[in-house]
């Protein structure tokens, strides 16, 4: 069972004695069934934030500017957007021991091997991983389509009307002004 609902007003209630909480929750749609059938039983439950889905109009503006240059560099796209993340996106540092250095990397969008390093007498390995875009706030996100067309401009292709950039953008930020705060 998996859905959208929110915490009720209600009181939390925390027992001592069993050492759990009862959190009342109200839950969009009809669920009676399923949570019927799943009373009694142990759950692995997760309880986030909802998140409204990124604006289908910004990140399609953003991947027809990606297919234009992969187009005039007779490249793969996705590679594009990878140098893309390099160039504009967002990243971190991370150290991790050798032996899960693939098993990191396969965890983020685009990850570089900096080097070895020794940290209090062990061996590790640094990282520079890149996020994917879906992980961008309006900010972050206005800056990798802002560098995409800037991109654009420099190889002489013509990018969108800046008109149709500002509302995807605007688009976009109204898709994730709950989120964000």
Same mark, same amino acid.
């Given at each position: 069972?998996? !859905? ?7 009181e939390? /209630? $925390?027992s ?23 009373? !009694? ?15 289908k109009?910004?990140n399609?503006l953003?991947?027809?500017?990606? *297919?234009?240059?992969? !187009? ?16 504009? !996106?967002?990243? +971190? $540092? ?7 250095v693939?098993a ?7 990850? @570089? ?8 007498? #062990? ?6 991983? $890149?996020? *994917?875009? #879906?992980?961008?706030? +309006?900010?972050? /996100? #206005? ?12 190889? *002489?292709? +013509? ?7 500002? @509302?995807?953008? @605007? ?9 964000? *705060?």
């Amino acid at each position: 069972m998996q !859905g959208t609902g929110r915490l009720t007003q209600q009181e939390i /209630f $925390y027992s001592r004695q069993s050492k759990c909480t009862l959190l009342p929750l109200v839950i969009d749609g009809d669920v009676t069934q399923e949570a019927s059938d799943l009373i !009694g039983q142990t759950l692995d439950i997760k309880v986030v934030k909802h998140r409204k889905k990124r604006s289908k109009d910004a990140n399609a503006l953003l991947w027809a500017c990606l *297919g234009e240059l992969a !187009g005039a560099l007779r490249a793969d796209k996705w590679d594009v957007y990878l140098q893309m993340l390099k160039r504009y !996106g967002k990243f +971190t $540092y991370i150290c991790v021991k050798p032996g899960v250095v693939e098993a990191v990397k396969a965890q983020w969008r685009e990850c @570089e091997e900096i080097g070895e390093i020794d940290i209090n007498g #062990s061996k590790a390995v640094q990282l520079l991983c $890149y996020f *994917g875009s #879906s992980t961008y706030d +309006t900010k972050e /996100f #206005s800056v990798l389509l802002d560098g995409v067309i800037s991109e654009m401009l420099e190889i *002489g292709i +013509t990018p969108p009307p800046g008109k149709h950039i500002r @509302e995807a953008l @605007e688009q976009w930020e109204k898709s994730h002004s709950t989120h964000n *705060g």
